[in-house]
T-cell receptor, first 117, second 116 residues
């Protein structure tokens, strides 16, 4: 079974530029998550989708970050304009159900490492 | 809000040494508890989990027991290998109030370095 796919793996941009990340979850997984992992910290949830609807985006900086999952499968996360403090690894995860419990394990992709100069 | 506290790293051990990584949590209700591992260049992988008090999760020689009285979920392994070198994250999951959807909250991670 294929895992969660993410691209690109690495991205370097100048501040105030825009960037987009792509995620393809495990086939059949209804729930998709985007996390931000700053160096030396644990992952922090940015947004959670159930199919193509948003479940939780309370920690998404909506003035510069946006995400969509139009067909309920793959997803894109965009930052526009980027700031220095956005340098982090952006992780995508998916789960079959509502996530987190013993029957709804979250599976993580390899992440995209963003460096903002 | 819910939170997880882990011991700071790096933890440096020789091969075959005993490992303990401490984890304590703060949560309302009864969360599920997890240990995730992140090998260099890879995504997070679930290592083990426990869903209720006194449950013991185990996998690949690692163990952790859900201790409600001390709000802890310490990770242990009797004999570490060089291949265990990675970053280990403790996490909890609890349902959101209105939707029932689970939310994972992670600790800051502990880097383990095992030398031959």
């Amino acid at each position: 079974e294929a895992g969660v796919a993410q691209s690109p793996r690495y991205k370097i941009i100048e501040k105030r530029q825009s960037v987009a990340f792509w995620c393809n979850p495990i086939s059949g997984h209804a729930t998709l998550y985007w996390y931000q992992q700053i160096l030396g910290q644990g992952p922090k949830l940015l947004i959670q989708f159930q199919n193509n609807g948003v479940v939780d985006d309370s920690q998404l900086p909506k003035d510069r970050f946006s995400a969509e999952r139009l067909k309920g499968v793959d997803s894109t996360l965009k930052i526009q304009p980027a700031k220095l403090e956005d340098s982090a690894v952006y992780l995508c995860a998916s789960s079959l159900g509502r996530g987190g419990g013993i029957y709804n394990e979250q599976f993580f992709g390899p992440g995209t490492r963003l460096t903002v100069l | 809000g819910d939170s997880v506290t882990q011991m700071e790293g790096p933890v440096t051990l020789s091969e075959e040494a005993f490992l303990t990584i401490n984890c304590t949590y703060t949560a309302t209700g009864y969360p599920s508890l997890f240990w995730y591992v992140q090998y260099p260049g890879e995504g997070l992988q679930l290592l083990l989990k426990a869903t209720k008090a006194d449950d013991k999760g185990s996998n690949k020689g690692f163990e952790a027991t859900y201790r409600k009285e001390t709000t802890s979920f310490h990770l242990e392994k009797g004999s570490v290998q060089v291949s265990d070198s990675a970053v280990y994250f403790c996490a909890l999951s609890s349902p959101r109030m209105n939707t029932g959807f689970q939310k994972l909250v992670f600790g800051t991670g502990t880097r383990l370095l095992v030398s031959p």
